[in-house]
């Protein structure tokens, strides 16, 4: 997915990140290093290296940011909360076990931009169709897989990527796909020829099968083959009819199909693996439950070590396990209390390796954070 066309790219701050900006990227009070950060042309990816010349880069993908903070809203951030004022500040928090990238910049003007840029390609990011998320998906594997950067790999890089990205395979099968993707016969497969390869290597028979038993030709869904299928295997009953037209409207991959009023088998798989075809009832997501109960009466949103990082025998323990947590809606952490060699308490994995951090330390940051996304009442 690139910005083209799009109303985005006009947006001041994607412009300023696609400009480019120096910013200190921070892990520590003490280590602070001038990092070149830009925008690239797929709106998507973030770029930046230590310096203008070389070839050491790294990059990020927008998709893989939870949230933007601003100001002193990490442990990190805190640390250096005397040096740096807090609107100079934001950190960006990614999904998973990667961790934060807490950044300064020289104005406020060009920290609000990346703040509110990123931001914006967050939702960009959150809105797009189908089609666009697993094509943008399967680039950013691609990227990350291509080490020497030349858009291209080959099919021992190939095996490679897949093992990373847990996809089974049989050798001589896949091989012959990526012969078939390869239409240059040049030993090697650009990001184009890339998609339509792993799509091959990842069509399900099982959904092929279902597809043949209701399309008349083979090749599409017809409307009302549509609507038999939400009918008879969706029990959707009367709303069929109506839905199935929305569907055909939603995932349409070419404008012959849409021309046709016809959902081709690439589309039905994508309709099948979205929120369209999830088992889950989206209106069970609505709060309906009695909530005037004592608080001991309701599973309670929990977190086991919240201190820890990583592992739970070496791993490392941080204040920002709690803030995480916190931010994200947890009701009840564990501090796992320890007495310290020098009478101060401490919080760590009892008889490891893992490392301590100060009681008083959790109990602050409990204080700033517990209530930010809870209204629950504080005493």
């Not at 442990?75 to 961790?99: D, K, Y």
């Not at 012959?176 to 792993?198: N, P, R």
Request: glycine content about 6%; some cysteine.
């Amino acid at each position: 997915m690139e910005l083209e066309g799009s109303c985005v790219q006009d947006d001041p701050h994607v412009k300023l990140m696609m400009a480019g900006s120096t910013l200190r990227k921070v892990k520590s009070r003490s280590w602070k290093r001038q990092r070149h950060f830009r925008l690239l042309e797929d709106g998507l990816t973030i770029w930046y290296k230590s310096r203008w010349a070389g070839k050491g880069h790294s990059t990020f993908s927008v998709m893989d940011v939870e949230v933007v903070r601003e100001g002193h809203q990490s442990e990190v951030m805190l640390s250096i909360a005397e040096e740096f004022p807090a609107e100079l500040c934001f950190t960006l928090v990614f999904h998973g076990r990667q961790g934060n990238l807490d950044l300064v910049a020289d104005s406020p003007e060009e920290a609000q931009a990346w703040i509110q840029g990123v931001r914006k390609l967050i939702h960009k990011a959150q809105t797009m169709d189908e089609q666009e998320r697993q094509d943008q998906w399967l680039q950013d594997w691609f990227q990350k897989a291509d080490k020497n950067k030349d858009g291209k790999m080959n099919f021992k890089e190939v095996k490679k990527l897949l093992k990373m990205m847990n996809v089974e395979m049989n050798e001589d099968h896949t091989l012959h796909l990526f012969t078939m993707a390869d239409k240059c016969k040049s030993g090697s497969l650009e990001i184009e020829q890339f998609v339509h390869f792993y799509k091959m290597l990842t069509q399900r028979d099982e959904v092929w099968k279902v597809f043949q038993d209701y399309s008349g030709d083979g090749e599409m869904l017809t409307l009302e083959e549509l609507e038999n299928f939400l009918r008879l295997e969706q029990g959707e009953g009367d709303q069929s009819s109506q839905h199935a037209l929305e569907l055909i409207q939603c995932y349409k991959l070419s404008e012959t199909a849409m021309n046709q009023s016809s959902m081709s088998l690439e589309g039905f798989e994508m309709y099948l693996c979205s929120q369209e075809g999830s088992i889950f009832k989206p209106e069970l997501l609505e709060l309906h439950q009695d909530m005037s109960q004592p608080l001991s009466h309701y599973f309670i949103s929990s977190s086991h070590n919240t201190y820890l990082l990583e592992d739970q025998l070496r791993g490392q323990s941080s204040l920002e396990a709690y803030i995480q947590a916190l931010k994200r809606g947890c009701r009840c952490v564990e501090v796992d209390c320890w007495d310290g060699s020098d009478g101060e308490p401490v919080v760590y994995h009892g008889h490891t390796l893992t490392s301590k951090i100060l009681f008083k330390d959790i109990i602050s940051t409990l204080k700033e954070y517990a209530f930010q996304v809870s209204r629950t009442w504080k005493s």
